[in-house]
């Protein structure tokens, strides 16, 4: 997806705090195609692309459980500000009808 622009295979990220950029070169998977790593190159050079998308890095040895949450599409709308404000005008012009009857 052109639009996604986290870390996957052949996609470069830049390393927050690290000043570095990564590039995703393979990922390594267990029996049941469960991701268990990757293989990962570096660009720490001063000419590195400048990319849009950013990682954190977590060590293993400081991590915490954590639980998350996916979740795949929140609104309807791809624009729902947009859309409330349509529909709250809609609103105010059904209402202007409603009293002119009167």
Excluded at 45 to 62: D, F, M, Q
Excluded at 76 to 92: C, S
Aim: with cysteine.
């Amino acid at each position: 997806d052109p639009k996604f622009f986290g870390l996957a295979p052949g996609k470069q990220v830049g390393l927050l705090g690290a000043g570095v950029n990564i590039t995703c070169d393979e990922v390594e998977r267990d029996s049941t195609g469960a991701v268990v790593g990757i293989v990962a190159s570096v660009d720490a050079s001063a000419e590195r692309a400048k990319v849009k998308g950013h990682i954190h890095w977590v060590a293993a040895e400081t991590a915490v459980p954590a639980e998350i949450r996916v979740y795949n599409v929140l609104f309807t709308p791809e624009m729902p500000e947009e859309e409330a404000a349509a529909l709250k005008a809609a609103g105010a012009d059904d209402a202007a009808a409603d009293g002119a009857d009167d």
